[in-house]
């Protein structure tokens, strides 16, 4: 027994690897290379839980359906660490440099992750293809990490597999931790999601070059340790400079998605906030906002739009106005056309639309800088949140968001939204919903109105024609159990698009676009809206 333990804390002869004890001393003594080892563990963890945000993250940026996007990005991910937990076995007798190169793999393909997928979505059209492979193969590499890890952390002191499991987990889970705070909370607003995840790669890969460097410089030899280092240093300066050149690649990927020139782009912790223009010597301007890649409005006819939304909502009392979305502040514009609005409170999510609105004058020149006015009260909040808690009540609530084709849009066309928006409502009050095409997407379009009326709101369906768009139409509703008048207001100011007569043709509905009986109410814990919404629109 002597000599085992005699031959195992001196050279083995055999030609299996020399134990770590030996080794090891060099780093000052056993318990500061446990102690390097389980930091590896720690930044490992960290990184790779990272990368799983960021490809989750982009992908509710570009797609909008961030529960689909984490549902097949954690899964596949998880379903590949076990697949790599299974290739590394064989990698067990060389952990130590076969971890090492895994992280140099993982540093690179995790750090340029980011930036291939966007490449794939903004010039190739294979980004669901681009996200499965990237996923498998992520998943597969920091799989191979932690059997890699175990090995290397049993051979420096002779631990009980329950305690070295135990110590391997506790770093593996505080490194979770703090990487998933970090990303949502100090990579993605100070750097962006590409930035981020490539420094993440410089990361990753300093952490396990640092391990070889302080550890295992001794077991490996020089020339394995200097081939590591100049491994490292390439991987390093790959993403060092996709980092220097990230900038400018957003800026082209992005300008490949849209038609016209970008004037101003800004991603926020809510969505990405993109202008474009075109001049043309022949017709006018174009202004385009879009929010995650979505169209907002036109300038070229964004008036049809809002006089359909404001108009028909402003009969009757109209002092006191409640807007819940409408950042751009084109919607207020036509609020503020009536003298007698005493008051007109916005709530928008999202404070850099709402500063775009005020400040950028491709915006102020359309909204006839509507901001600056003092009846104006502008709130910055989810609208869903602010109204459970709001106590005011209104004359007419104008819901203008984003279409419901998300998880963090589809509850503000629920039934329980539209019970608050009642709530908000003063007696005989009027809400005016934008609904989305009845003709592209007809199931979420009568859905909203069935979400409506089981909150208790009488509603009439309308929509008129808006290039931009095609066919868009509203959800006109009261609270006090009689179907409101299809009607302008008396006194309306003068309008381009709207009068009595096409109004009332817009509450007319040709057959094949005609109420559908057997869609059911969108509610928070059963979103249908999203199902119908996705279903219309997948093939256009």
Not at 31 to 38: E, M, Q
Not at 163 to 180: E, N, P
Not at 391 to 405: A, T
């Amino acid at each position: 027994m002597s000599t085992e333990t005699e031959q195992h804390e001196h050279h083995d002869t055999t030609g299996t690897p020399p134990s770590a004890e030996n080794t090891a001393e060099g780093f000052r003594g056993r318990s500061l290379a446990r102690f390097a080892v389980l930091v590896a563990v720690f930044v490992c963890s960290a990184c790779g839980l990272v990368y799983e945000l960021a490809l989750v993250a982009l992908g509710s940026y570009l797609i909008g359906n961030s529960v689909g996007q984490a549902s097949i990005v954690l899964s596949l991910m998880v379903f590949a660490m076990g697949v790599g937990a299974l290739l590394a076995k064989p990698l067990q007798r060389w952990a130590a440099v076969s971890f090492v190169a895994v992280e140099l793999v993982l540093a690179l393909l995790g750090g340029l992750s980011v930036l291939g997928l966007y490449a794939a979505f903004a010039w190739l059209s294979l980004y669901m293809p681009m996200l499965i492979a990237i996923s498998l193969v992520l998943g597969v590499l920091i799989g191979a990490e932690i059997p890699l890890l175990m090995v290397l952390l049993q051979r420096i002191r002779r631990q009980e597999a329950g305690s070295a499991v135990a110590d391997m987990f506790a770093a593996d889970y505080v490194g979770a931790l703090i990487g998933g705070l970090a990303f949502p909370f100090l990579l993605l607003p100070l750097l962006g999601q590409i930035k981020g995840a490539l420094l993440v790669g410089m990361l990753n890969a300093a952490a396990g070059l640092g391990l070889v460097l302080t550890v295992y410089r001794r077991e490996l030899g020089g020339r394995v340790v200097a081939l590591m280092t100049v491994l490292a240093l390439l991987v390093g300066g790959v993403l060092g400079g996709a980092f220097a050149l990230s900038t400018r690649f957003e800026t082209t990927a992005r300008q490949a998605l849209y038609s016209d020139p970008v004037v101003f782009a800004e991603r926020t912790k809510y969505q990405e906030v993109v202008l474009t223009r075109s001049r043309s010597l022949t017709g006018p301007e174009d202004t385009r906002l879009y929010l995650n890649g979505d169209l907002q409005f036109s300038s070229v006819d964004e008036h049809r739009y809002h006089e359909a939304l404001v108009h028909p909502a402003m009969t009757g009392e109209h002092s006191n106005v409640l807007i819940l979305g409408g950042g751009d502040g084109l919607a207020l514009r036509e609020v503020l056309r009536y003298p007698d609005v005493e008051q007109a409170t916005l709530v928008e999510m999202d404070p850099a639309v709402l500063r775009l609105g005020r400040t950028d004058e491709r915006l102020t020149s359309l909204n006839d800088h509507a901001f600056d006015d003092p009846r104006v009260n502008t709130v910055t909040a989810d609208a869903f949140s602010w109204l459970r808690d709001n106590r005011n009540r209104y004359d007419v609530v104008l819901v203008d968001m984003p279409d419901p084709d998300s998880t963090e849009t589809a509850k503000l066309y629920s039934t329980e939204f539209y019970t608050l928006v009642q709530q908000a409502m003063a007696e005989g009050a009027r809400v005016n919903v934008q609904a989305g095409s009845p003709y592209f997407a007809a199931e979420a379009y009568w859905c909203i109105e069935a979400s409506m009326r089981k909150a208790g709101l009488s509603t009439v369906p309308y929509s008129r024609p808006i290039p931009s768009f095609g066919q868009w139409g509203f959800h006109l509703g009261e609270a006090d159990g009689s179907a409101p008048a299809l009607r302008l207001p008396d006194g309306a100011p003068p309008l381009r698009t709207l009068d009595e007569r096409t109004l009332r043709a817009a509450s007319v509905f040709p057959p094949d676009l005609d109420r559908i009986p057997s869609v059911e109410p969108s509610t928070l814990m059963h979103p249908k809206i999203i199902e119908y919404e996705r279903g219309a629109w997948k093939n256009y």
